[in-house]
Each structure stands twice: as C-alpha cells, then as structure tokens.
C-alpha cells in the first residue's frame, strides 16, 4: 500500500510537473523582430507582401493549424510574438533600431532585411550584442563571403543562383544568343546580377556578343532613352534584374513599343510584378522568382503549398509572390531550430547561443522547397529555383508560368567555401544537376 | 546620322518631361523667392489623382471616347491645385515671405514630408496603373525603332506649357504685373498691385505645373509612392543650369540635361548619371547664376 500510496503521489506530481511545464510554455511567449520595409520603394513589391504571408502563418502556426512536421503550436509550445518594424531609413537607422530591438524590447530573435545594405551594416552588432539573427530576404553574396558570424544566418540563398539559372534555362530550352543586352539598376543589386549572368553565358554559351550594358539609376521611372539603345542594338535576349515600381514602368513602357516582339526578355527576378501587370506583361517572358517560388511553387504543389496558397489569396486578393516564400521559409527555419534547440536543453526556451547551434547546418522543408544552410559554414541557405515562361490563361483570366524548369539547389549554388562568381567562371565545378 | 537622330529625338522626349516637371519649381521661386521641396510631392498627387480620375472615367464607360481621358487628366493637376494651393499657400508659406529664403527651404521640407504620408493616407501604399492614354494614340515607326506617340504628346504638351507662361508673363497686362512683382516686391505693392494676390496664383500656377507633369507622367509608370523624390532632384538641375527663376533657363536647361542623358545612353553609358551634374556643373563654372538670371545689384 504504501508502495502504491508512493507511485501515486510520484505520477501526480510528475503529472503536476509536466502540467506545470506546459502551462508555463503555454504563457510564456517567443518574441520575434520582424524587420522589413512597410514604406518607400521597395514595401510594395517585397516588404509589405512579405509581411503578409508572415502574418498568416505566424497565426496559423500560433493555431496550430500548419501540417507536419509544424503543426505544433507557435515555436516548441511558445506562443509567437511579432515586433514588426518598418526597414525605411537607411542602414544607419537599421543599426540602432536593431540595438532598441534587442536590449530594448527584449526580442528572442530577430528576422528581417531585404536591403543588402542593411544586411552588411546589422550583423557586426548582432555579434556584439550575441543577438540571434535571421536575415530572411536580402540577395547580396558578399555577408558570408567577405565575414563570418555566430549569431548571424540568411535563409534564403544569395543572388548568383538567379542569374546562372536564367542562363541555363535559356540554354537548355534551345535558345540560341547570338547577342545580348542588359538594363539593370545602378548599385550593388544591379551590378552583380549583370555580372553574374554576364559570366554564366560566357561559359554556358561562349559564342553569344555582349552588347550594351545600360545602368540607370535605381527608381528612374524613365526610360525611353534605355529602350531606344536597346532596340538600335537589337540583341538577341535582353537581361533585366529590376524590381518593383521599376520593372512595371519599364515594362509598360518597353511593351508599348513593342520591344519584347524583336528581342526575348529575361527577368531575374520578375514574378512580383505580374499582380499589378496583369495581361500587360506579355507572353514569351522567361522570368525567375529568386527560388521555387510564387507560380512556380504552386505548379510544383505540396502540404505546404496548400495550407498557405488559397488562404493568401482569400485575405490578400492577389496569390504569393517571391517575398511572402522567403519571409514563410524565415519563420519556418526558425521554428525548427527553436524546436530542435529545445529538444536539446530539456524543453526550455533557447539561448541564443542555442538556436546558434541548432540552426548551423539545418535542413528544413519550405513552400520553396528544401532549404539547407549549406554555405557559409552553415550560415548561408541555399534552395532549389525554378524560371519559367508567361503565358496569359485566357479561360481563367491570369497569367500563369508554362514551361518551367526546376534547378536542385546543389545545381545553381557554389560549394561551400567557393565564391559565387569565382565558381561560375571556373565553369560550375562540382555541380550537381 | 540616324544615331544624332535618334539621341535628338530621345533627348527632346526626355527634356519636354523634364521642362514640365520644372517650370512650376522656377516660377514660384521667380515669383515668390521660395525654393520649393514640397513640389514632388505635388507632382506625385497629379500623379496619383490622375490614376484615381483617369479609372473612375473608364470605368464609367469612358471607353466610348477614350480621347476624353486626356481631359480628365489636365482635370485632375486643376483638382490637384485648387485643393493644395489655399492650404499651402494663404495657410502656411504666406507667414514665411519675409523670412530667410533658408527658412522657406526647411518649411517645404517639411510640408514634403507631411505630403508624402498624406499621399499614402489617401491612396495606400499598391501601386495605381492608369496605362489607357499611354497607348491610345498607337505607335510612330522609324527605322529599326517604334516611339509611342503618346511621348510626342508630351513634347507639345511642354510647348504649349513654355509659350503659355511666357505670353502670360510677356503678353498680358497681368502677366506684366508679376514680372513686376518678381522684379520688385515692395515697390509694386507701394504701386497699387495687390502682391497677395499675385503670390497665390503663382504658386497655384506652379502646382498646377507640377501636378500636371505627374498626370502626364502616370500612364507611363507605375504610380506609387515615393515617386516624387527623384523628380525635386532632377527638377532642380534643370533650373539652376538654366538660372532659379527663369521660364526660359527652364527650357534650355530641360532640353540641354535631355540631350546629354540621351547621348551618354547611346554612346557611353557608364556616365549617365554623371552627365546631368557634370552640364550643371560646366554651366555654374561659366555662369554661376545660370543660363538666363541677369546678375543683379543688391538692395543694401
């Protein structure tokens, strides 16, 4: 008797213990920085969407609503809570609102940057402050490859591979380029992009003539002169990276005159665009979407896909674009290394030394694929893509991508240790396609 | 020869968008002595109320005379001007006349700001497309190019816009009491002329100017925010090479900063950037006070 009185008062209070545990984890909350542009030039096309799709999945994941392996509650049991602050300002800005984030507001993480320069100015203060950072969005090669960090990850993959991917796609897809043209922004985004596809055709299609390479300047809005030198030049395929408000003026102003009926156009990063263009983005587009993201996830399809698709569409009214997928592959990314963190330490809310550990070298399923940190020395994510064609649905009333080819990550990213743009000039060695 | 054709007939496109953006930046300043900061904000709600009238009259079955839609947009910068002028100008800048011309500088710097927040009170923050009057006037074909001859459009647009102010100014009893007005304040007031008066529609005329740059502008761009801030940039190159306050320095300047944008592109595009700071800065070298600004002696 007193043996069982003795198991019983030892289930009960390992009971209570565990009931204890549990509704502490239930109160206590993991509280998130969310950093991204909800004003200026670049809201509208990547921060704004991005945090949409963030705030949807933030509530599904908090319901527990997500498939496996997410449908636990928030992250490991702890209720997400989101800070959310608007990027505008400028990288000085960025550093000391960082700092007001993590000593200030006391954040458990934060996740955020799509402008490279504040992903190279707020990383040297993570490491300072020992403050865990995800930057979840921004496409410059130079944060892992010019620094390494302890606190700091990217868990999207840098910007080469959306460049070697649209020379492979028109290489594989029998394009022939006798020549090629290129209008790309004037700073760092612009420069590298042409570079990088400026090196993948020298190897994928040596004989292809580099014709004239416009740089106007970041939101010119104007480019009449641009497109006049283009269709002088008449190249073969003319390559663009830019963005937002500059890509839909440049499209509506290059398909009035008619520019994309002499020349195939190629748009690195294109897919954001189509919601506002609608039909006046032409057939016959080759675009990438900086990942398998945006149409090309939905064609390829999955749980994940189908848990977040349609509820987008319904609260946005527009489906989702590249951004939202990187801001959902973050969080996700996250959530597993929060989770394996705490499957490490006994079930307590991680250190940041602890998601440090648990994140180095993680790999997780995204909308956008598998995505591992991979580079870097498992800082640096990479993640398969995909380019495809428009092509207008006339029976449905939307453009949708035909033709599309998916690239495994392994593919379309240097090995780890390898500069991107030394890689593609040695010829892509050791990739595995 | 068809390549100086070519950077000729860019050039002018470019520099009829620019002269429009500009002259109502150097009238108020001519007029008033106010550098004003605010005006891309302005050019933005020409813009913007451009996108929002242009859609309400298609949809409104505008379609049935598409033409009318050019109407509509001169409609919209006149909107866009009786609404702003009252406030801005016999609410605020009116207290700052007498004031440091430094002064006036820091107040439509603020009213910029204020602007552009207003702008995204009104019309949020996606983007607007209003791409109709863009396309209906078809294409011009020359050569191995096609230019939409919506941008000759704008290119008589600024024609009439530049002999419009000048014969006001040169040509009519009005015109010539706010060239007395720029030409000395304190004297004409001394002479009857009710300088208020005169102050209120110049700076009503130059938002109007700005507004109607930006609803010229909007069907061929995506209206969005944040899209007057390049223009106050490029605006005042134009002006200051062609002299603050100058109607024709305006024109010079715009057609000048057009022609060597267009042939850096075609010819050396590495320096296009470059190109519209290095003509202003040969101009200020040879004429610090620009093209067309007389140097004046100063009243001690």
């Not at chain 1, 990027?87 to 507001?105: D, Y």
């Not at chain 1, 996740?111 to 403050?131: F, I, Q, T």
């Not at chain 1, 190629?266 to 609608?278: E, F, K, R, S, Y």
């Not at chain 1, 870097?376 to 449905?396: C, L, R, S, V, Y």
Request: glycine share 12%.
């Amino acid at each position: 008797m007193t043996f069982r009185l003795g198991l019983l008062a030892k289930t009960l209070a390992s009971s209570a213990l565990a009931l204890g545990i549990a509704g502490a984890a239930q109160a206590e909350s993991f509280k998130v920085g969310i950093v991204t542009f909800l004003s200026g030039g670049a809201a509208e096309s990547f921060g704004v969407p991005a945090w949409n799709g963030g705030k949807l999945l933030v509530e599904k994941l908090n319901k527990g609503e997500m498939p496996a392996p997410y449908d636990q509650v928030g992250f490991g049991g702890l209720t997400i809570e989101p800070v959310v602050i608007d990027e505008a300002g400028g990288a000085t800005k960025q550093v000391q609102e960082f700092r007001n984030l993590v000593q200030r507001e006391n954040v458990d993480a934060v996740l955020g940057y799509v402008s490279s320069g504040d992903c190279l100015a707020v990383p040297p203060v993570a490491e300072e402050l020992k403050a865990f950072l995800i930057l979840y969005d921004c496409g410059t090669p130079r944060v892992f490859e010019e620094a390494s960090y302890n606190y700091v990850f990217r868990t999207a993959a840098h910007a080469a591979m959306d460049n070697i991917s649209l020379a492979k796609y028109m290489t594989s897809r029998g394009i022939n380029v006798g020549s090629f043209a290129g209008v790309n922004q004037d700073y760092a985004w612009g420069q590298d992009s042409w570079a990088d596809f400026v090196a993948s055709m020298g190897h994928l299609q040596p004989s292809a003539e580099q014709k004239t390479a416009l740089f106007p300047k970041i939101f010119a809005g104007q480019y009449g002169t641009e497109i006049s030198a283009v269709m002088r030049e008449k190249p073969d395929v003319l390559h663009s990276s830019l963005w937002g408000g500059d890509l839909q003026a440049f499209m509506l102003q290059a398909t009035a005159r008619g520019l994309h009926k002499r020349m195939q156009v190629a748009l690195a990063a294109g897919d954001h665009v189509i919601p506002q263009l609608g039909q006046k983005m032409p057939d016959g587009i080759i675009l990438g979407a900086r990942g398998m993201n945006g149409l090309a996830a939905k064609a390829k399809g999955g749980p994940l896909i189908d848990a977040l698709w349609d509820e987008y569409e319904a609260a946005y009214g527009t489906f989702p674009v590249q951004a939202p997928f990187r801001m959902w592959q973050g969080l996700l990314g996250l959530k597993s290394a929060v989770e394996k963190a705490m499957a490490a330490n006994g079930g307590k809310k991680p250190s940041a030394e602890e998601l440090a550990a648990a994140m180095k070298g993680l790999t997780w399923e995204a909308p956008s694929g598998t995505i591992t940190m991979a580079l870097g020395g498992g800082h640096q994510a990479i993640q398969p893509n995909a380019i495809g064609t428009t092509k207008w649905d006339e029976a449905a009333g939307k453009m949708t991508l035909v033709d599309i080819e998916y690239y495994g990550a392994e593919c379309v990213n240097p090995p780890d240790g390898v500069k991107a743009v030394e890689w593609i000039k040695a010829g892509f060695p050791g990739a595995k396609c | 020869m068809d390549l100086l054709l070519v950077i000729l007939v860019d050039g002018l496109i470019y520099g009829a968008w620019l002269f429009i953006v500009s002259v109502g930046l150097t009238l108020v300043f001519g007029v008033l002595g106010i550098l004003n900061l605010a005006h891309g904000s302005l050019y933005a709600m020409g813009a913007y109320m451009t996108a929002s009238a242009v859609g309400l009259y298609f949809g409104a079955g505008g379609d049935a005379v598409p033409l009318g839609s050019y109407a509509v947009m001169i409609l919209a910068a006149a909107v866009v001007a009786l609404l702003v002028t009252p406030v801005l100008e016999r609410g605020l800048l009116r207290h700052f006349y007498h004031r440091d011309e430094v002064i006036g500088v820091l107040v439509t710097y603020g009213v910029f700001l204020i602007l552009e927040d207003v702008i995204k009170l009104i019309w949020g923050v996606e983007p607007l497309f209003v791409y109709e009057p863009y396309d209906l006037l078809g294409l011009v074909e020359w050569g191995p190019l096609f230019y939409v001859a919506y941008d000759f459009l704008v290119i008589g647009a600024a024609i009439v816009v530049g002999l419009a102010v000048w014969a006001f100014l040169n040509k009519t009893r009005r015109g010539k009491v706010v060239l007395a007005v720029i030409h000395d304040r304190e004297m004409s007031q001394t002479m009857g002329v009710n300088v208020d008066r005169v102050f209120m529609l110049a700076f009503g005329a130059g938002v109007f100017l700005a507004a109607l740059g930006g609803a010229l502008t909007a069907p061929m761009i995506s209206v969005s925010p944040g899209i007057g801030v390049n223009v106050i940039i490029v605006a005042f190159a134009v002006i200051i090479i062609g002299g603050l306050g100058s109607i024709e320095g305006a024109a010079i300047g715009a057609v000048l900063v057009g022609i060597a944008r267009a042939a850096s592109v075609h010819l050396m595009p590495e320096i296009e950037l470059f190109i519209i700071y290095f003509v202003m800065a040969v101009v200020l070298v040879f004429r610090p006070e620009g093209l067309f600004v007389k140097t004046q002696t100063r009243k001690i």
